[in-house]
């Protein structure tokens, strides 16, 4: 089993940038899809970006397309999500999520069986 830690979460203003971090222990991390998804106050998870085994394909939710960029490090066991141009809708607590499959399924929460804490991003107006 892999586990997950997030970090690089702060307060920053909007149109500013930060970059999170999930470095993974305990598995072979070049077997696993990563995602990274959020959820604000009152609402659901969901999806942000997702990147294949090898970092060669990506996949972004529409509402950050073009802003934020996946990517990862598997010499490192780290997968990066660097969030640019950012906007008061951007704060959540961003968790980032591994899983062995890869399919049409990647934007589903019930596709990942690992899961990090969280990390919060706040972004002030």
């Known amino acids: 089993q892999v586990q997950l830690v997030e970090s690089g979460g702060g307060l920053v203003q909007a149109g500013g940038s930060l970059r999170l971090s999930c470095a993974a222990s305990?598995?072979?991390?070049?077997?696993?899809?990563m995602g990274w998804f959020r959820q604000a106050p009152g609402k659901e998870r969901e999806f942000v970006a997702v990147?294949?085994?090898?970092?060669?394909?990506?996949y972004y939710a529409d509402s950050v397309k073009g802003r934020f960029t996946i990517s990862r490090d598997n010499a490192k066991n780290t997968v990066y999500l660097q969030m640019n141009s950012l906007k008061s809708e951007d704060t959540a607590i961003y968790y980032c999520?591994?899983?062995?499959?890869w399919g049409s399924g990647y934007y589903r929460v019930e596709e990942y069986d690992y899961w990090g804490q969280g990390t919060q991003v706040t972004v002030s107006s």
């Open positions: 999520a591994a899983d062995t499959r």
């Open positions: 305990g598995g072979t991390f070049s077997r696993y899809r």
């Open positions: 990147v294949n085994r090898s970092g060669g394909t990506t």
